[in-house]
């Protein structure tokens, strides 16, 4: 009797006590696949999303550039060589007036959108005007164009407000790509901001010429795309690419470790590191990406950061230091605002720490005991952390006697207090959306109105504006090269913008993945992805 | 009965009401600027682009026509867009919604199973070391931080053993079964794929148990109390004298009885499922309605939060009503008025 | 048996679970999670209250290499800046016991009031505050706290707040039942009869012996509260760093997967304070034994 009730007992704990959990852990290793991937298998790419929108004229994003570039085309590529030379992609031919204020583009005749019509010139205005009247976030790279004319089909010619020798490289921005005007407007979409109503057609399909085509989205979880079977170039490698949703670094790894996927761009140096590398190519490359800090000297709290006083904070701060601690030495340092590769970044002198000197302005200035507060958003991008970076810069400031109070953020909080009181001492990131330098003037020089002039209240400098106004106008790139130069050492001048770090990117895959390379435009060109 | 249950019911819509009312004064009367989440801080200072933001979302306007409008939107079912994802937050939530039930189901199962079991074998064996070991398994999963048992598990069975496929509902390669029910344990049945529904049972394993051994602790304790309660009551004492075995006492007569407020239980687990549901599916990136929650949250996307709130407030509200009445049916000294 | 539910917040402390056959026997079983409950509670308090004078390290600054796995100078290694992780363990308690009591003890204050009132006065009085107890009541309580939090600004003050917002309706409602219970009472029937102001039977009748339900359900909550605090912070909704809170200590361990030492520390930390928090709550419970 008793041992019957003792197996009764025994049977139900056992169901119990196995139940769901060892059940399912009889299957062994955990499903991978990944050894036996045949070419034709789609990629798998891990990737943590920051989607705002799949419309081409309102996305503005990281994983927005990978995406547009594969759906939709722009007139002119970026040789993934040397990230610099513009090739033809929809045009074939393009040039300028000599005032840099007329642009023509002839259209490659061949080119036509998924569904077989061509591109046209009508289109390419339609992308353009629809881009500036939107006023989304990427709307600034068109909002410089006065008028487009289109003499015939294949000619477009862009008239600017002012002379604009970036214009070029904005084209080549993903979010300058070209979208089919008839089907765009058969789902709602307008060119004036009350008017267009394609938004939401958009998260569910594409309209445009590019080598993929949009299958499906399903937000927070995965983006699909075809190949475009009918593509009039050089068709993709993959019939079909799949960027899933992986928030962090470490699944990201161990995802790609086990093939479960093929591509993850966002391992941050911990995490890379002793990465089982088998069957699995990490590369490092330079990125354009960095980390800054920002000295308001304009707002409340901020007074004390005179010239002087912002000098000995841009010497106070161990650079190496920084970067040892946020991604592991994984990085550069990199002196102005303007990136290091950018046009006018050459022969410019690294940062450098200088502890006895930053003292000694600072007992000229008189400035004993110094207290500031920094508050600034809880971010962690490029594989930077943001209290990690902040709180080196503390420790650093501390060396010098001035005490830093850290006051971190949601960035919705952030962005209230900025566009209010302003923030005496913050960071902020930066990645650029094409290749001209004057990005970075426009939004870091103390132009009169420009974003960090009215956040940090810093008198503005007109002079700034007239060399700006001179890189617009100049005709050869030697000569933009110079002026860009002059800026670049004016901005390290100014001291409000103390770029911090620099990241690496790292570029892993499996290792039968070939192709992999990171745009500066772009991101990651998927046409360019093969198997074998 | 039927008063009080009209009652209740009419009563919903104005809690509704209170809710929708306190968290939309709660998100917009504090200094959080939502702006940054629909044009990147980078536009912040780009006049053109927020203006143009603020019309199409609203939030040009004074925060009582801002209320007026969203609760004139709601009693057409309209839960408005959400800043972050560009789609309905009625879509978005539907969308989701069904990872969390399988979820939630896929732990009560487990948790009422496995409460149930363990409740019988220390009432079984009162005082004797499965007694005590059940006792304290159940309050160690009532004292566990969800999110850091998670991680525990995913760092041992996924990372170290690789017994266990890691985070999300499926891998990443695998195509998942065509919706049906939005259950990828059923879906994939439904379709006759067995690969995909074994490996979305094993990827429930993890969160589904991370998530029910809390309720693994109030069944287990709540059986075994009430099965000593039975075991002790004069019709067991009489079935045992007419000899009865042991084992049919214990499952044809007292655990029947013993049952019943077990499974009223199972009604009020409805909290602490929620509010595990939102921990576990962070750490198990699990694109369910609790993850949104904390993206929304954390983005400041207003019409997400609201939608969130009121989901949750609605199915609240239900459980609360739908074990009431459970309590009623089965206990009929209860006197629902 | 007696299985009483408050149906609101179901934390497996607060289903009171227990045989009738065992209500006389259970206290001498009790004792000895009991004394280890005394025992956890009464050390991590001592640790709060004393760490600065002992600690073996600075919580915030970096004592040496990154990533260091735990050996005897850092008995639970270093974190990702090389702060050591064993003495921001110790000093997470100053975050989180202080926490949890301001906000028990707020939401008691404030529940209680609220309560108190809707009992004592009835009528309109007590339809009004019951049905915004109703409101609060009906919402997950992680949501609502999220969605104050979120809206405030992530923050360990913010989340105070939010989790106070969140937990007075339990008070509330637990003060209303016992008042109305107690009004019921013959001698208080007849104190009022008589004339005895409102507030001279508040304070002499109801409050007395309300003391003890609250003080048992304020024990059991003290560990839930831990627990909810260490979440918000987990999701980035509450403490932020440097700042050495358990719940986003174990987020820098998450970030830090392959370091396990980061995350193990405050994990156990919050399981052994809630565990300790019931265990006493639970005793109390027998001792004051507060069913009827």
Not at chain 3, 109 to 134: E, K, N
Request: aromatic fraction near 8%.
């Amino acid at each position: 009797m008793r041992a019957g009730r003792a197996r009764s007992v025994r049977i139900l704990s056992g169901i119990v006590a196995a139940g769901l959990l060892a059940a399912a852990c009889g299957g062994g290793k955990s499903g991978s696949s990944g050894n036996n991937v045949s070419a034709q298998q789609a990629l798998i790419i891990a990737r943590s999303m920051d989607i705002n929108s799949l419309d081409p004229q309102r996305a503005y994003c990281d994983t927005c550039q990978i995406y547009l570039t594969a759906v939709y085309e722009t007139l002119l590529g970026l040789d993934p060589k040397d990230n610099k030379t513009l090739v033809p992609r929809l045009a074939t031919k393009w040039s300028s007036n000599s005032a840099q204020t007329e642009f023509t583009f002839t259209l490659n005749p061949k080119a036509k959108f998924a569904d077989g019509k061509p591109v046209t010139s009508a289109d390419v205005k339609f992308s353009w005007e629809r881009l500036k009247g939107l006023a989304g976030s990427a709307s600034y790279l068109a909002s410089g164009i006065a008028s487009i004319a289109t003499p015939d089909a294949r000619t477009v010619v862009a008239t600017m407000t002012q002379p604009n020798s970036a214009f070029l490289a904005q084209v080549n921005a993903s979010y300058m790509g070209v979208v089919e005007q008839s089907v765009a407007e058969a789902k709602g979409a307008t060119t004036a901001a009350a008017t267009d109503k394609a938004e939401k057609w958009f998260l569910a399909n594409s309209a445009g010429s590019g080598p993929f085509t949009l299958a499906s989205y399903k937000s927070g979880q995965e983006v699909r795309l075809k190949r475009n079977a009918a593509y009039w170039g050089t068709k993709a490698a993959f019939p079909e690419v799949v960027m899933k949703q992986t928030a962090d670094a470490v699944t990201q790894r161990q995802q790609l470790e086990q093939g479960a996927v093929d591509i993850a761009m966002q391992l941050s140096t911990d995490v890379a590191k002793n990465m089982n590398a088998k069957n699995v190519t990490v590369r490092k490359v330079p990125s354009f990406n960095y980390v800054y800090l920002a000295l308001s000297p304009g707002v409340k709290g901020g007074e004390a950061l005179t010239p002087d006083v912002r000098k000995a904070i841009r010497l106070a701060l161990d650079y190496k230091g920084l970067l040892d601690v946020t991604v592991g030495g994984a990085g550069r340092s990199q002196p102005s605002p303007i990136p290091n590769g950018f046009l006018g970044t050459d022969g410019l002198a690294p940062p450098a720490r200088d502890v006895a000197q930053a003292k000694r302005l600072l007992a000229q200035a008189g400035v004993t005991k110094l207290s500031l507060s920094a508050t600034y958003p809880t971010l962690n991008v490029y594989g930077v952390d943001f209290s990690t970076a902040m709180q080196k810069v503390q420790t650093d400031l501390k060396a010098v006697g001035i005490e830093l109070k850290l006051n971190p953020v949601e960035i919705s909080v952030w962005a209230s207090k900025i566009g209010t009181d302003g923030i005496p001492v913050t960071a902020l990131y930066f990645a650029p959306d094409h290749t001209d330098p004057s990005q970075y003037v426009q939004y870091f020089g103390l132009m009169p109105g420009s974003q960090w002039q009215t956040w940090t209240k810093a008198p503005a400098r007109p002079q700034e504006n007239q060399l700006l106004n001179q890189a617009f106008a100049a005709k050869s790139v030697n000569e933009r090269g110079a002026l860009y130069k002059q800026l670049a050492q004016a901005m390290m001048d100014d001291g409000v913008i103390i770029p911090l770090v620099n990241p690496d990117l790292y570029l892993a895959a499996r290792s039968d993945i070939k192709g992999m390379h990171y745009s500066a435009c772009c991101n990651l060109d998927l046409s360019q992805l093969s198997r074998g | 009965m039927r008063r009080y249950v009209l009652r209740r019911v009419a009563i919903m819509p104005l809690l509704l009401l209170g809710i929708v009312t306190m968290v939309f004064a709660v998100t917009r009367l504090t200094p959080a600027n939502p702006l940054v989440t629909i044009v990147g801080e980078r536009n912040l200072g780009n006049r053109v682009v927020v203006d143009a933001a603020k019309r199409r979302w609203g939030l040009d306007r004074s925060v009582p026509v801002q209320y007026e409008r969203y609760v004139a939107n709601l009693t057409r079912g309209d839960l408005g867009t959400s800043f972050r994802t560009r789609q309905s937050v009625g879509r978005d939530l539907s969308d989701r919604l069904p990872a969390t039930l399988e979820l939630t189901l896929a732990a009560l199962v487990f948790g009422l199973v496995s409460g149930v079991g363990l409740g019988i074998v220390a009432a079984r064996r009162r005082d004797g070391w499965i007694d005590h070991l059940s006792r304290l398994f159940a309050l160690v999963g009532s004292s566990m931080p969800a999110f850091w048992a998670g991680l525990l598990l995913l760092y041992v069975f996924y990372s170290r053993l690789g017994w266990l496929p890691g985070p999300g509902r499926l891998d990443p390669r695998a195509v998942t079964p065509l919706r049906r029910t939005g259950f990828y344990t059923v879906d994939s049945l439904l379709a006759g794929d067995w690969n995909t529904f074994w490996a979305s049972v094993r990827h429930l394993a993890m969160p589904a148990f991370v998530l029910g051994w809390g309720i693994t602790g109030i069944v287990s304790r709540l059986t075994r109390a009430s099965l000593l309660d039975e075991l002790g009551a004069d019709y067991v004492r009489t079935a045992r004298a007419m000899g009865i075995s042991e084992r049919r006492v214990v499952a044809g007569h007292a655990l029947p009885n013993a049952l019943l407020p077990t499974i009223t239980i199972a009604g009020f687990s409805f909290a602490f499922l929620i509010t595990g549901a939102v921990l576990v599916e962070t750490v198990f990136s699990w694109n369910g309605v609790g993850s949104y929650a904390v993206d929304a949250a954390r983005s400041l996307d207003y019409p997400a939060i609201m939608g969130v709130s009121l989901l949750g407030g609605i199915a609240f509200l239900l459980t609360n009503l739908l074990t009431d009445l459970t309590y009623a049916l089965i206990d009929p000294r209860i006197r629902l008025s | 048996m007696t299985a009483t539910v408050d149906s609101t917040v179901l934390t497996p402390s607060v289903v009171n679970v227990e045989s009738r056959s065992e209500q006389g026997s259970r206290s001498r079983r009790a004792r000895l999670p009991a004394y280890i409950g005394l025992v956890i509670v009464v050390g991590w308090t001592v640790v709060a209250a004393t760490v600065p004078l002992w600690s073996p390290n600075d919580p915030l600054a970096p004592v040496g290499a990154r990533l260091l796995e735990p050996s005897r100078a850092h008995l639970l290694g270093t974190d990702a800046l090389g702060r050591d992780v064993f003495t921001r363990v110790l000093w997470g308690t100053r975050t989180s016991l202080p926490v949890a009591f301001v906000v028990i003890v707020a939401s008691v204050a404030l529940g209680s009031l609220v309560g108190a009132a809707a009992g004592f006065f009835g009528g309109w009085v007590d339809a009004v505050l019951m049905r915004v107890v109703d409101i609060t009541m009906a919402f997950p309580p992680i949501l609502l706290a999220m969605a104050i939090t979120a809206s405030l600004g992530p923050g360990i003050r913010n989340a105070l707040i939010g989790m106070v917002l969140v937990w007075w309706p339990i008070y509330a409602r637990l003060l209303a039942a016992q008042v109305q219970s107690v009004r019921r009472r013959d001698h208080v029937e007849s104190a009022v009869a008589i004339g005895a102001s409102r507030w001279l039977v508040l304070r002499r009748y109801v409050l007395p012996l309300s003391y003890t339900p609250v003080l048992v359900n304020a024990t059991m909550d003290f560990g839930q509260v831990v627990l909810l605090t260490a979440s918000l912070s987990f999701i980035g909704l509450g403490a932020r760093p440097p700042s050495p809170e358990w719940g986003a200590m174990i987020t820098e361990g998450a970030t830090n997967f392959y370091n396990w030492w980061i995350a193990a520390g405050p994990g156990v930390a919050i399981l052994s304070v809630v565990l300790g928090f019931n265990f006493l709550g639970d005793a109390l419970r027998d001792r004051l034994d507060v069913r009827d």
